[in-house]
């Protein structure tokens, strides 16, 4: 990656100038219903210009988010929410020896919700965090919800 960066050119100065710097990142942001909550990142990875002589009209219009920027802002959030990161939920999944469609039955949701937590597009509620924290910490949970699914799938006498 930092060889690329290298090659490219700053789009203020038109510099070689890009390097990857650390950068505090702060926003807001609504989960659940609950009121807005700040989440500060002090050591965000960003794509900045840094020749000296590069004169943007504003501050952060050099600053480019990668994905490995992105990803970082989706870590510290989950984190800073108290929520399971993406990789979290996966190593989660993963030592009970499920794949995404037999643990999305099991917990009643809908279709590629948890490879959307996984991949970090959207941050599972509260009350989901708290049943999956339950299911990896105690397996029995497991079996319970299983026994659960397979009586819901037997006829009535």
């Excluded at 060889?3 to 926003?27: A, D, F, K, M, N």
């Excluded at 993406?86 to 190593?91: A, F, H, L, M, S």
Aim: glycine share 6%; net charge negative; proline share 6%.
């Amino acid at each position: 990656m930092a060889r690329e960066l290298e090659t490219r050119r700053c789009h203020v100065c038109g510099q070689r100038s890009l390097r990857r710097v650390p950068w505090l990142y702060e926003y807001e942001i609504s989960h659940d219903g609950r009121p807005p909550v700040k989440i500060r990142i002090p050591d965000l990875l960003v794509i900045a210009c840094t020749n000296p002589e590069c004169r943007p009209e504003h501050p952060h219009d050099t600053i480019l988010l990668d994905d490995a920027a992105s990803w970082q802002i989706t870590i510290e959030t989950s984190k800073q929410l108290g929520l399971l990161t993406p990789d979290e939920i996966r190593q989660g999944r993963e030592r009970l020896g499920l794949s995404q469609q037999e643990l999305q039955e099991l917990l009643g949701l809908g279709s590629n919700s948890l490879s959307r937590w996984e991949n970090g597009h959207v941050f599972q509620s509260r009350s989901m965090n708290t049943l999956l924290r339950l299911v990896f910490h105690f397996p029995e949970v497991v079996s319970f919800l299983r026994e659960e699914a397979a009586g819901q799938s037997t006829p009535a006498a």
